[in-house]
Antibody, heavy 122, light 108 residues
C-alpha cells in the first residue's frame, strides 16, 4: 500500500524559512515523479512543484518560483520542499503527491499524503 | 492561464444521480482528471483521462468530456459521496497543472 507521510509544517513569521519532508513507502520511490500540491484552509487546490525520478526535470508554479525548492533523496525514499522567504499567502496544507509515471508533464496525481499545515503570520 | 469553472455546490437526494460539470475553453481537447475530497481528508483520484476509473472507485462514478464541458456523473448517490470534487487539467502552454475551484456535493 502506498503511504506518503508529510512532516515539517508549523507556524513561522513572514520572511522566514521552513523545510517540509515526505516519507514514502509501499512502492519503488525512485521509479516515479513526485509533486507538492497545496490548499489554503477552506480554499481550492494549487499545484506547487514537481520533480522527475532522477531530478533532471523540475518545475514550479509561478507563485513560488525562486522561493520554494523541491528535491528528493531516492536512497531515503524522501521528498522535500525547502520554503524560503515565506509570505502569508503561502499558508496552506501541503500535500505530497505520487505521480503515476516518470514525467511531471502532464502529471497524474495518483496518491496523496495527509498533508502538513504551514501557517505564516506575524 | 487556462481557467476551469465548476459550479460551487450541487445537492442531490440519495439514490439519485449527481452531475458535476467542469467548464473550460475547448476542454474537450484536454485530458481531465477528477478528485474527491471529504472533510478533513486528503484528495483522492476518482477519474483519470476523462473517463478512466482508478482501481477501487465504484462503477457508479463515470466521466465524459466534450466541447467546453467535462462531466463527472455519480449514479445512485450515497451519503458517503458527500465531498468536494475538483477537476484538473494540464495547461501545456505554461506547463502547469490547473485545478477548478471545486464543487461541494451535498447529499440531502
Amino acid at each position: 500500500e502506498v503511504q506518503l507521510v508529510e512532516s515539517g509544517g508549523g507556524s513561522v513569521k513572514p520572511g522566514r524559512s521552513l523545510r517540509l519532508s515526505c516519507a514514502a513507502s509501499g512502492f519503488t520511490f525512485g521509479d516515479y515523479a513526485m509533486h507538492w500540491v497545496r490548499q489554503a484552509p477552506g480554499k481550492g487546490l494549487e499545484w506547487v512543484s514537481g520533480i522527475t525520478p532522477n531530478s533532471d526535470t523540475i518545475d514550479y508554479a509561478d507563485s513560488v518560483k525562486g522561493r520554494l525548492t523541491i528535491s528528493r533523496d531516492n536512497a531515503k525514499n524522501s521528498l522535500y520542499l525547502q520554503m524560503n522567504s515565506l509570505r502569508p499567502e503561502d499558508a496552506a496544507f501541503y500535500y505530497c503527491v505520487k505521480d503515476g509515471a516518470t514525467t511531471i508533464s502532464p502529471p497524474r496525481f495518483e496518491n496523496w499524503g495527509q498533508g502538513t499545515l504551514v501557517t505564516v503570520s506575524s | 492561464s487556462y481557467v476551469l469553472t465548476q459550479t460551487p455546490s450541487v445537492s442531490v437526494a440519495p439514490g439519485k444521480t449527481a452531475t458535476l460539470t467542469c467548464g473550460g475553453n475547448n476542454i474537450g481537447h484536454y485530458s481531465v482528471h477528477w478528485f474527491q475530497q471529504k472533510p478533513g481528508q486528503a484528495p483522492v483520484a476518482v477519474m483519470f483521462y476523462d473517463s478512466d476509473r482508478p482501481s477501487g472507485i465504484p462503477e457508479r462514478f463515470s466521466g465524459s468530456n466534450s466541447g467546453t464541458t467535462a462531466t463527472l456523473t455519480i449514479s445512485k448517490v450515497e451519503a458517503g459521496d458527500e465531498a468536494d470534487y475538483y477537476c484538473q487539467v494540464w495547461d501545456s502552454t505554461v506547463d502547469h497543472a490547473v485545478f477548478g475551484g471545486g464543487t461541494k456535493l451535498t447529499v440531502l
